[in-house]
């Protein structure tokens, strides 16, 4: 199998590895935009909340519940942006993972050199080889034209 051949078929592989790896980064990206989304309209509907609920318990005089929610609020609020550290954590693993790939991608790329680099000693040892079977033949002709020659004298005398 010849170096264009190898290359061919790693190249395929390679463009696959690495149209997966840029659906993956488009998704996480997407994902990204919409916690950060989300994460603002859960802070504008807590502000409003917090602010719609402060002036009805000040009305009513239950600003004593009102407080424990807000307090369950802050709780899911926190819970929200774990949540979103754990998505950039995610994010890092891949980013890892990608540049393993890409290690991956060099060593194979390394590794196709060498071999193509063996190829092309061995493609000039068969020349070599070519080349001494050449004059072998030559000689062996030689050879025979001779022992010929000496048949033919012998055979006069």
Do not use: C, H
Not at 121 to 127: A, C, I
């Amino acid at each position: 199998m010849n170096a264009d051949r190898r290359l061919d078929q790693l190249e395929p592989v390679i463009s696959e590895l690495l149209i997966k790896q840029d659906r993956t980064d488009k998704k996480v990206d997407n994902l990204t935009f919409m916690v950060s989304n989300i994460t603002e309209l859960v802070i504008t509907q807590n502000e409003n909340i917090t602010f719609l609920l402060k002036n009805q318990l000040q009305m009513s005089g239950r600003i004593g519940n009102i407080e424990i929610r807000l307090d369950g609020m802050d709780s899911q609020f926190k819970d929200v942006l774990s949540n979103q550290d754990s998505l950039k954590a995610t994010q890092s693993l891949i980013s890892e993972k990608q540049e393993a790939m890409f290690i991956t991608q060099e060593a194979m790329s390394a590794k196709q050199d060498f071999l193509s680099r063996m190829q092309e000693s061995m493609l000039t040892e068969q020349q070599m080889i070519s080349a001494k079977q050449d004059f072998l033949s030559r000689m062996q002709e030689t050879i025979l034209a001779k022992q010929d020659l000496i048949l033919d004298f012998i055979k006069k005398e």
